[in-house]
Structures are given as C-alpha cells and as structure tokens.
C-alpha cells in the first residue's frame, strides 16, 4: 500500500517536471491567456461569433463519466453552426493524474488539432499548483455566471459540488445507528466501514488532511468529550484529527475500491450492518438497491435530522478550466458556459447528488441544498492541503501500512 502512495506521489512531480521541461514551448499560452481575460467581458452571442470562426477538433477530458453526454448535448445544439458533430467533437473521461499527462503532451505540441481545449478537474490543491506553476490551465468566469457563482467558486472556477457520505445498510437486526464519527473506531466496528483506499483516490485522501486541520480537530474532540464524556487524551497523536484519522483507517475495509460496487454491494441483504463513505449519487445506479440503504444525514427523529457529530461525510468541487493550448479556445469558453446553466448540468442534476455553483439551479426532490450540506459536511480548503500534503500523507501511509 505505501508503495501504491508513493507511486502516485512520484508520478505527481514528474508530471510536474515534465511541464516545467516543455515551458520553454508555450506556442499559445499567452495568446490564449490574453483571449481568456478579454472574454470576460463579452457577451455568449461575442464568443459564440468567434467560436464559429475556429477549425479543429473539439475535445473535454473530465474526471467524471457524464462529460460525454454534456458533449453530445452540446453539440446537438450548437454543433451545425459551429462546425462539430459526433466525429469531431469528443468528451473523454479520465482521472486527474491522466489528465494532467495528457495535457503536459498537447501543451508542447506545435500542432494540436486534436487537442484538449477545455478539461473538467477533481482535485483542487493540485490544480491550485498546476495553474500557479505550468500556466497550462486557465481560468475563465462567464460574464453571465459573476453574481450566480460565491467569489469562493469563481477562481478556479467550479462548475459543481459532489458528496461523500455515511450510508449503511438498514436490513436486518443490527442496523448502525452513527450519531457520531466515533462510533466508527471502536472495535465493534472492525471492517465494517467501507472506504475507497485514499491510495486509489486523491479526494478521500484531501478529506483525511483536512480533518488534520486546527478547525477540524477541535471539532473532532469536541465530538469524543460529547460521545465519551470525558476529554480526549491524544497520546503521541498531534491532535484529534490526526487520531480520529489513525482509527478510522485501522477500521476501514478498502476491499472495494469503486464507490459504485460499494454502494451495490452494501445495498445486498448479507451486508447487514456495514457501512460506507461514498458518493450519494451512486444511489441512482440500477445495480443499487436503495431501500437497503439508509444515508447518515437523512435520519430523522420527530420530523427533525439527527446530525452526525462532527460532520457525516465530505464534499468536494468539479473545476472547469480552458486548455492553454487547445485549438478552439472559444469554443471551450462555450462549453463552460453552457456547463453551468440547467440545460448544460441536466447530466448531473437529473437526479440527487450533484450541486450546481449556480445558485439559480435548484436541487431534485429527496435532497437538500448546497447551504444544507456545508453545515454538516468537511469541505476541501486547496491551501491547506498543499500547506500539510507531505506530512499527512506521510502519516496515512504509515498507518496503512500497519494494516497490511
């Protein structure tokens, strides 16, 4: 397992190393740069006039699988007059690390016809570096989008929020009842708590540093004095957040590592009584059987939630950036555009699970709102993740590595 985090670590800065290499290239970065920040300031019908001039192939790569039908619906719309169609214009799913591989190529390439012009990014420290240090990425906010999106959301730009919550298994005659995030280290729950290595994903690991974080730990031991009634005695731990973190990992199961298997699985009558941190959206997967499952957050008792103490899951944003050196600069300024209006987010607001940085796009029946879910949920915060990476990842590795 520590070899599969440091694997992730190295590939990391020779990435990084690698973009630093090709810098000296920068065929279209300012060119593109100055395009971006003059848009700022034009109307959809300014952009669209020029999109219309471009040539080439439009591709998106995403770190989510709908990007494909926000394409095919794009260009359902726009394609005719825009000159695109099925065979030219693409949205590929990847994960961050590919992503940012794929990119440090087309970034150094003099002919980039079928390159990225536009990308959809997970992880936001990491973006955070990528953006300060390789200008390969950069941000655009739609003049439309400047009083609908919170100024926290507008640099990088984030086109959603997705969450990660306690869910269990409710059949059965020992069906959890988690009050609070104690409760999943005490020996009863043993491999009981199922959670995507954060080996295998960067955003499980961005929640473990954030609860590392002052704010957090003094929440996470006002939690334990709340549950245990008694102060929290931290031992050779830094603070709570490193100890809640060192027994939370020693009672995971990262058996699984796909949060849609996870949630099929768990939903299966013989998991009676486990538990998983997972995207609440993997509700609405046909393989998932969602009467079995009961979501932490959603408990009520006299028509009132119940909260998990301290928090009962995490959330994390989806970023949109422009390609610096994508060959349809304009295009992409659409499409990110497009991605934040409801027809454009329909892919991932048809159902529960996805927020919208739009604050005129509502939420579906069964769910709550952004604001409801920031009140109770560990947020990312990019600088103090890339202040503390190195040393928690450290000290998670360790402690899986006890594990094994």
């Given at each position: 397992?520590k070899?599969?985090i440091?694997?992730?670590?190295?590939a990391?800065?020779?990435?990084?190393?690698?973009?630093?290499?090709?810098?000296?290239?920068?065929?279209n970065?300012?060119?593109?740069?100055?395009?971006v920040?003059?848009?700022?300031d034009?109307?959809?019908?300014e952009?669209y006039?020029?999109?219309?001039?471009?040539?080439?192939?439009?591709?998106?790569?995403?770190?989510?699988?709908r990007?494909?039908?926000a394409m095919?619906?794009?260009?359902?719309?726009y394609g005719?007059?825009?000159?695109?169609?099925?065979?030219?214009?693409l949205?590929?799913?990847?994960?961050?690390?590919q992503?940012?591989?794929?990119?440090?190529?087309?970034y150094?390439?003099?002919n980039?016809?079928k390159g990225?012009?536009?990308?959809?990014?997970q992880?936001?420290?990491?973006l955070v570096?990528?953006?300060?240090?390789?200008k390969?990425?950069?941000?655009?906010?739609?003049?439309?989008?400047?009083?609908?999106?919170?100024?926290?959301?507008?640099v990088?730009l984030v086109?959603?929020?997705i969450?990660?919550l306690?869910?269990?298994?409710?059949?059965?005659?020992?069906?959890?009842s988690?009050?609070?995030?104690?409760?999943l280290?005490?020996?009863?729950?043993?491999?009981?708590?199922?959670f995507?290595?954060?080996?295998l994903?960067q955003?499980?690991?961005?929640?473990?540093?954030?609860?590392?974080?002052?704010?957090?730990?003094?929440?996470?031991?006002?939690a334990?004095?709340a549950?245990?009634g008694?102060?929290?005695?931290?031992?050779?731990?830094k603070?709570?957040g490193?100890?809640?973190?060192?027994?939370?990992?020693?009672?995971?199961?990262?058996a699984?590592?796909?949060?849609?298997?996870?949630?099929r699985?768990l939903?299966?009558?013989?998991?009676?009584?486990?538990i998983?941190?997972?995207?609440l959206?993997?509700?609405?997967?046909?393989?998932?059987v969602a009467?079995?499952?009961q979501?932490?957050?959603?408990?009520?008792e006299?028509?009132?939630?119940v909260?998990?103490?301290?928090?009962?899951?995490?959330?994390?944003p989806?970023?949109?950036?422009?390609?610096?050196?994508?060959?349809?600069p304009?295009?992409?300024?659409?499409?990110?555009?497009y991605?934040?209006?409801?027809?454009g987010?329909e892919?991932?607001g048809?159902?529960?699970?996805?927020?919208?940085?739009?604050?005129d796009?509502?939420?579906n029946?069964g769910?709550?709102?952004?604001a409801?879910?920031?009140?109770?949920?560990?947020f990312e915060?990019?600088?103090?993740?890339?202040a503390?990476?190195?040393?928690?990842?450290?000290?998670v590795?360790?402690?899986?590595?006890?594990?094994?």
């Open positions: 397992m070899k599969q440091l694997s992730i670590l190295i990391a800065i020779l990435i990084v190393s690698s973009v630093f290499v090709l810098a000296a290239c920068k065929p970065e300012g060119t593109t740069t100055e395009l920040a003059a848009a700022e034009m109307t959809w019908d952009i006039a020029k999109a219309k001039e471009e040539t080439g192939d439009f591709r998106a790569y995403g770190n989510t699988s990007i494909t039908t095919a619906n794009f260009v359902a719309k005719q007059e825009l000159g695109l169609n099925e065979n030219n214009a949205g590929s799913k990847m994960n961050d690390s992503i940012y591989t794929t990119l440090a190529s087309e150094a390439s003099t980039n016809s990225a012009s536009m990308v959809m990014i992880d936001g420290a990491q570096l990528y953006r300060e240090q390789t390969m990425l950069i941000n655009y906010v739609p003049q439309s989008m400047k009083s609908k999106v919170d100024a926290e959301g507008q990088p086109q959603q929020y969450n990660k306690f869910i269990w298994n409710n059949t059965g005659d020992n069906v959890p988690i009050t609070n995030v104690w409760q280290t005490e020996p009863v729950m043993k491999s009981k708590v199922f995507k290595s954060p080996s994903e955003v499980n690991m961005n929640f473990l540093i954030m609860l590392t974080s002052d704010a957090w730990a003094t929440k996470l031991a006002e334990y004095k549950y245990y008694k102060d929290i005695q931290l031992g050779s731990y603070n709570a490193y100890k809640w973190v060192a027994e939370f990992i020693a009672n995971a199961n990262f699984i590592d796909s949060d849609t298997t996870m949630a699985e939903s299966k009558t013989e998991n009676a009584g486990n998983g941190l997972f995207v959206s993997k509700l609405r997967d046909s393989s998932v009467s079995n499952l979501v932490g957050a959603f408990v009520k006299n028509d009132q939630y909260t998990i103490n301290p928090f009962a899951g995490f959330m994390y989806m970023y949109c950036q422009v390609a610096a050196n994508g060959p349809r304009y295009t992409a300024l659409l499409f990110i555009e991605l934040m209006t409801e027809e987010f892919p991932w048809s159902d529960i699970g996805a927020y919208s940085s739009n604050s796009i509502g939420v029946d769910d709550e709102t952004l409801f879910w920031k009140n109770i949920l560990v915060d990019p600088d103090y993740i890339r503390n990476k190195a040393t928690v990842v450290d000290f590795t360790a402690e899986i590595d006890k594990k094994d």
